[in-house]
């Protein structure tokens, strides 16, 4: 297991949760979401990478009620959390780099995630998403247009920004983006800590 792995299934990834579980956060997030996903039609299932306790997918189900909603999360307190929310059979306590196949859905999402996860091993998270929809994936992460590496709240090698979905497009031809967006951490409305959102759309194979 990575030290990026041990680190968010620890203690810090437990005291993430109580930092990351408030109605504004909601609000902001079905903001979000609402936007990205506008002209986004028949989604019926939705696969959180990286769900935590749940807050995003609970605003995407203000916006798509009838949807399947799933999640993977690494942390044991905050999948049980998650459990509460979208269902047992839903949540999967997993590490994104197990290597193991977590199903399709027509939106993939990854929010806060890649920022937190091992360079060296972007590239198998890329493929997983890739993988893992039938059309849509949607990024949401701090952006640089060249890697860094920063501080995370005193801990080193825990937060990493880079161009996510620049790199996805490059690796998958049949990638395209849809739109994109940013979300200031100061909106007097539905602030969010200084998000870079991209919609991504997966070529559809013809019968």
């Not at 009838?66 to 839903?90: W, Y």
Request: hydrophobic share 40%; charged share 25%; glycine share 6%.
């Amino acid at each position: 297991m990575s030290e990026q792995e041990q680190f968010w299934s620890g203690a810090f990834g437990d005291e993430y949760i109580q930092r990351n579980r408030s109605e504004q956060l909601v609000a902001g997030n079905i903001s979000l979401f609402a936007e990205a996903l506008r002209d986004s039609r028949n989604i019926s299932s939705v696969l959180e990478l990286g769900a935590n306790i749940g807050m995003n997918l609970r605003a995407l189900r203000m916006l798509y009620p009838n949807a399947l909603m799933r999640g993977v999360e690494i942390n044991r307190q905050a999948a049980d959390i998650l459990k509460d929310e979208i269902g047992h059979e839903n949540t999967i306590e997993a590490s994104l780099l197990d290597g193991v196949y977590f199903g399709t859905a027509d939106l993939v999402l990854v929010k806060g995630v890649l920022i937190h996860l091992p360079p060296d091993r972007l590239s198998e998270i890329y493929d997983l998403l890739f993988n893992s929809t039938n059309r849509l994936i949607l990024i949401c992460e701090y952006y640089n247009p060249t890697p860094m590496n920063l501080s995370y709240r005193g801990n080193e090698n825990k937060l990493f920004k880079r161009d996510f979905a620049g790199e996805m497009l490059l690796r998958f031809p049949d990638l395209r983006l849809l739109k994109y967006g940013f979300r200031y951490r100061n909106d007097p409305v539905f602030p969010l800590d200084d998000i870079t959102w991209f919609l991504l759309e997966k070529a559809q194979v013809s019968h």
